[in-house]
């Protein structure tokens, strides 16, 4: 007997219907977007964000008492969680594989920027897509605490976790603040000036003792004399400066380090090691040409931040040895910050080292790049999350979630033994 198929949109609902709603989500999604453009996060600034946390938890509390009603079961059953969980998928994938802009440019007109795909967290799409996974989410941990069962603990923790984390690392984004600070050595500086060069003052200061920093070994290149081209122009030769490799090529020139100084200074026809500020790295090399045999031998400096420094080793024509300035390997900025609340904090920052202070995150963010490591002040940027606790909580849940589910998996496989 041939089975008669199930007309659509009879409950139960199930993947047909589940994909329609999505796509249907979706359409409307781009349509507001190609209307009014970037979704204005702004709206949510508190108390905004808050009142709609409270909201959505209120809605979801009421939709525990009715968990039985077709439209929750659908919303969070399964069918229904896979197609919303395929869309976003699709968004992640768009994110990973374009260039993401902090700012779209209001002048530029592409149909892939108009969609929202140039930056797809602030696409009208993909924040449907997030408040959709909200209520799913929420309504899938609402029926199952109304039929509470001690081994769904670590469903539980795993999933409020998640949701927990969700709702914070969203509706949070428009209460984030984040600054950069400049501050000069031996000073003490709360202030911070944004794009208008409007001055605010912070609740948080930072106090400079010293800026420091190392740098790799530079390089050896071969230029133009007339243009300052290194050469070949298409594809320029570069030769490591390592004392543990001493030999290299640049092109149709064999090098051989002499001798090398990181830090050094001028003293007579050459130079001598100094690890004063003004110092600069030094090489002393034999150039040979293996074609003709020609040989130049002599010192090869960057100057740093003083141009009479500078030395370079002539070839023949207008062929000149020339070196490169030095890259950072790693800076560090000693300071004490000092909060009004009173708290203080002595602490030595460098990149991916952050600070965390209450509310407050200090990053290592950048020095003067002209004057090197004789820059007189350091850059450091300030973010100050106020949903950061609960998003912190959230992972906390998760992680004690996971594990419960460890330690029930290996207590039923003791007693199935």
Avoid at 165 to 173: C, F, Q, S
Avoid at 327 to 332: A, G, I, S, T, Y
């Amino acid at each position: 007997m041939k089975q008669q198929k199930r007309p659509l949109w009879q409950p139960p609902w199930q993947y047909k219907e589940s994909a329609l709603l999505v796509c249907g989500v979706l359409v409307a999604g781009f349509a507001l977007q190609l209307t009014l453009g970037h979704f204005n996060f702004f709206l949510l600034h508190y108390p905004a964000n808050a009142i709609a946390a409270g909201g959505l938890a209120l809605l979801l509390a009421l939709c525990a008492l009715a968990r039985k009603n077709a439209v929750i079961l659908w919303l969070s059953g399964i069918p229904f969680c896979v197609s919303l969980m395929a869309a976003l998928l699709c968004f992640s994938l768009v994110m990973g594989l374009t260039p993401q802009a902090a700012r779209v440019d209001p002048h530029a007109h592409n149909l892939f920027s108009d969609l929202g795909f140039s930056m797809v967290t602030a696409s009208w799409p993909f924040v449907l897509l997030y408040a959709l996974t909200l209520v799913s989410l929420g309504l899938v941990i609402m029926r199952r605490l109304a039929a509470f069962r001690k081994k769904d603990i670590g469903f539980y923790c795993n999933h409020l976790g998640l949701w927990i984390l969700l709702l914070a690392a969203g509706l949070g984004a428009t209460d984030m603040q984040r600054f950069v600070m400049y501050v000069r050595e031996g000073e003490v500086e709360w202030r911070v000036y944004s794009r208008n060069n409007d001055v605010f003052e912070l609740p948080i200061a930072v106090r400079l003792h010293d800026f420091s920093m190392e740098e790799y070994p530079p390089k050896l290149v071969i230029i133009n004399r007339e243009n300052g081209k290194p050469q070949p122009e298409d594809r320029p030769f570069y030769f490591q400066i390592d004392p543990k490799r001493p030999t290299g090529a640049l092109g149709d020139w064999t090098v051989v380090l002499d001798e090398y100084i990181h830090e050094a200074v001028r003293g007579g026809d050459g130079y001598k090691a100094s690890p004063m500020p003004a110092s600069t790295p030094a090489a002393r090399v034999t150039v040979t040409n293996t074609r003709t045999g020609a040989t130049k031998t002599g010192w090869v400096c960057g100057g740093g931040t003083i141009p009479e420094f500078f030395s370079g080793l002539p070839l023949d024509g207008e062929l000149t040895v020339v070196m490169t300035q030095p890259e950072p390997k790693r800076f560090v900025s000693d300071i004490t910050v000092l909060t009004k609340e009173g708290m203080k904090k002595d602490a030595r920052l460098e990149v991916n080292k952050p600070l965390s202070l209450g509310p407050w995150m200090l990053y290592q963010y950048g020095y003067d790049n002209q004057a090197g490591k004789m820059s007189a002040y350091s850059g450091i940027e300030l973010v100050r999350d106020a949903w950061l606790w609960p998003a912190y909580a959230g992972i906390f849940l998760m992680i004690a979630g996971s594990v419960w589910l460890i330690w029930a998996g290996t207590g039923k496989r003791r007693e199935d033994q």
